[in-house]
Nanobody, 128 residues
Framework: QLQLVESGGGLVQTGGSLRLSCAAS???????MGWFRQAPGKERELVVGISWSGGNTYYAASVKGRFTISRDNAKNTVYLQMNSLKPEDTAVYYCAAGRREYDLGGLYLAQGDEYSYWGRGTQVTVSS
């Protein structure tokens, strides 16, 4: 089993920054990783993704230019740097890991159903 534990959520003002971390343990970390979010009353949304090597990334249009995903495979950790935060970014953020090891150059990063392992989520609240 692959365990994912998020941290770094909290309350921030509009325009502020926050960095989320996701620590993985158990099953191999050499797979695509991503972050989803779910706001109250809305469906879960794939926000960002990163290939196992870190060489390819995916960003939803709503966060491109503001959020950055990165990973440190030596630490089995993936990060989400969030800048210029807006109230509409308020959501529970979930770390997710892909089903496949050694993904094919980020081919599946934008496909939500390719993520098979999930953390419990961390709340991000952006005040207006």
């Amino acid at each position: 089993q692959l365990q994912l534990v998020e941290s770094g959520g909290g309350l921030v003002q509009t325009g502020g920054s926050l960095r989320l971390s996701c620590a993985a343990s158990g099953r191999t970390f050499s797979r695509q990783m991503g972050w989803f979010r779910q706001a109250p009353g809305k469906e879960r949304e794939l926000v960002v993704g990163i290939s196992w090597s870190g060489g390819n990334t995916y960003y939803a249009a709503s966060v491109k230019g503001r959020f950055t995903i990165s990973r440190d495979n030596a630490k089995n950790t993936v990060y989400l740097q969030m800048n210029s935060l807006k109230p509409e970014d308020t959501a529970v953020y979930y770390c997710a890991a892909g089903r496949r090891e050694y993904d094919l150059g980020g081919l599946y990063l934008a496909q939500g159903d390719e993520y098979s392992y999930w953390g419990r989520g961390t709340q991000v609240t952006v005040s207006s």
